[in-house]
């Protein structure tokens, strides 16, 4: 599916060239003349990248831009300034922008910055994926420290969110007491084993209570494994 790029710019000609140049390169884009037509397509369609002029008519390219940050931090946005509007680009870059580049421009230069930009996306975004561990309706993310059952935030100490990470981690296997211990506690702890069976029962209150269906299973005389 091609990368889609959503161009913002009032001077006919400039938009018209840019959109022939990225449809040539394999994106898709559209355009919008003003700020108030660039928040409606903005929240209309799904974007890689915007490319946005700070001089618009009605809403400023900058006012548009900080009206995106306040709910979306994610998608690229690069402006398209006049030569000296050293304001602008500050103001811009302090509003959240990943790159700007001045009018004239060469094509060339703008097409190496989108791909600049567009691949520091994909990267942030496979690292943000990476951080996220799910099973069944159960979400753990590793960044954040932030745990989810359905549609319900779950509090956890520390050690229970690292007992849980390691329990989802290696979802329906049967991991022992001293597996447990020696990846969540460490291997220097030689206190008592049933501190596992009590933090076990500390997830099992928080993770699967008034739940119909249990995710922390007990595998007698063996261990512990988290199903789904």
């Known amino acids: 599916m091609s990368?889609?790029?959503?161009?913002?710019?009032?001077?006919?000609?400039?938009?018209?060239?840019?959109?022939?140049?990225?449809?040539?390169?394999?994106?898709?884009?559209?355009?919008?003349?003003?700020?108030?037509?660039?928040?409606?397509?903005?929240?209309?369609?799904?974007?890689?990248?915007?490319?946005?002029?700070?001089?618009?008519?009605?809403?400023?390219?900058?006012?548009v831009l900080r009206r995106i940050?306040?709910?979306?931090?994610?998608?690229?946005?690069?402006?398209?300034?006049a030569r000296n509007a050293v304001v602008d680009k500050v103001n811009g870059l302090d509003q959240g922008a990943n790159d700007y580049i001045t009018k004239p421009f060469e094509i060339e230069e703008l097409l190496a910055r989108i791909r600049s930009c567009?691949?520091?996306?994909?990267?942030?975004?496979?690292?943000?994926?990476?951080?996220?561990?799910?099973?069944?309706?159960?979400?753990?993310?590793?960044?954040?420290?932030?745990?989810?059952?359905?549609?319900?935030?779950?509090?956890?100490?520390?050690?229970?969110?690292d007992l849980l990470l390691y329990l989802m981690q290696n979802k329906n296997q049967v991991l022992n007491r001293e597996q447990i211990l020696t990846h969540v506690w460490g291997f220097d702890y030689f206190g008592d084993t049933n501190v596992v069976d009590v933090y076990i029962r500390y997830l099992r209150k928080k993770v699967d209570q008034g739940y119909e269906t249990p995710l922390l299973h007990t595998v007698r005389g063996v261990g512990y494994m988290l199903k789904g």
């Not at 161009?7 to 938009?15: G, Q």
């Not at 979306?72 to 402006?79: C, E, F, G, K, N």
């Open 118 to 161: 567009l691949r520091l996306s994909q990267m942030t975004r496979k690292v943000e994926a990476s951080s996220k561990v799910e099973v069944a309706d159960l979400s753990l993310d590793e960044k954040s420290r932030e745990v989810t059952r359905g549609s319900s935030q779950i509090e956890l100490t520390p050690r229970e969110f």
């Open 3 to 63: 990368e889609r790029i959503l161009i913002v710019e009032d001077e006919e000609k400039i938009a018209r060239v840019i959109q022939l140049e990225l449809e040539y390169e394999g994106y898709e884009s559209e355009i919008a003349k003003t700020g108030l037509e660039a928040l409606e397509q903005y929240n209309q369609g799904e974007w890689n990248l915007i490319l946005l002029d700070v001089l618009l008519p009605g809403l400023s390219g900058i006012e």
């Open 69 to 81: 940050r306040v709910k979306d931090s994610a998608t690229p946005v690069i402006l398209l300034t």
